[in-house]
């Protein structure tokens, strides 16, 4: 059983950078693709990167592609989303999830775990 526990949420302004970290445990970190997504208020949770299980290949969602930057630290056993260029509609609870699979996924019902995730709150 895996557990995935984000980290690094928060109230930022417009055009402002954040890091999300999520910190894996109870199985072999390195086994997964990892992959963040995000859920907004009265929308469906959607998908926003994903990485290989040794970081060599990355997917992103054109909404963030250019601003996000997935990657992952095996040795840590953490996944991270640094997220640049802000924008309010980036606002969102963020989510990560690991896949049992060595290759990348963007829809959520490929994932096997998830973490409880972490707001992000971009202001205007």
């Known amino acids: 059983q895996v557990q995935l526990v984000e980290s690094g949420g928060g109230l930022v302004q417009a055009g402002g950078s954040l890091r999300l970290s999520c910190a894996a445990s109870?199985?072999?970190?390195?086994?997964?693709?990892m992959g963040w997504f995000r859920q907004a208020p009265g929308k469906e949770r959607e998908f926003v990167a994903t990485i290989s299980w040794i970081g060599r290949d990355t997917y992103y969602a054109d909404s963030v592609k250019g601003r996000f930057t997935i990657s992952r630290d095996n040795a840590k056993n953490t996944l991270y989303l640094q997220m640049n260029s802000l924008k309010p509609e980036d606002t969102a609870v963020y989510f990560c999830?690991?896949?049992?699979?060595?290759?990348?996924?963007?829809?959520?019902?490929?994932?096997?775990?998830w973490g409880q995730g972490t707001q992000v709150t971009v202001s205007s």
């Open positions: 109870g199985g072999t970190f390195s086994n997964y693709a």
């Open positions: 999830a690991a896949r049992l699979r060595i290759t990348l996924a963007t829809m959520a019902v490929e994932y096997d775990y």
